[in-house]
């Protein structure tokens, strides 16, 4: 399996952007599709955006559509979640994921790699 590490978050005030970032260590990186997953406090882990392994499907939650973009750097190992227009709503923990399967609306479980999560807070 790949090991996750996620450099990034913070805090922001609403509208404003970050970008997470997920470094992965392995040599399946460029087959396995990664993934963005989010947690609240209080709520459940939730998918945010994926990305297959060459780059050219992404899946995203309604509820960042528009405003998040998920993309991939094989060569160098990485993956990112670039988030612009904010809201307070995006407040949570992010982690990133990989895993061997792309589909819409993916649940935590078709991931077997995890990173440790970063804390985003987005301020009103």
């Known amino acids: 399996q790949v090991q996750l590490v996620e450099p990034g978050g913070g805090l922001v005030q609403a509208g404003e952007s970050l970008r997470l970032s997920c470094a992965a260590s392995g040599r399946t990186f460029r087959i396995d599709v990664m993934a963005w997953f989010r947690q609240a406090p209080g709520k459940e882990r939730e998918f945010v955006a994926s990305?297959?392994?060459?780059?050219?499907?992404?899946y995203y939650a309604d509820s960042v559509k528009g405003r998040f973009t998920i993309s991939r750097d094989n060569a160098k190992n990485t993956a990112a979640l670039q988030m612009n227009s904010l809201k307070p709503e995006d407040t949570a923990v992010y982690y990133c994921a990989a895993g061997p399967i792309i589909r819409p609306s993916p649940l935590p479980s078709d991931f077997d790699s995890w990173g440790q999560g970063t804390q985003v807070t987005v301020s009103s």
């Open positions: 990305i297959s392994g060459s780059g050219a499907l992404t």
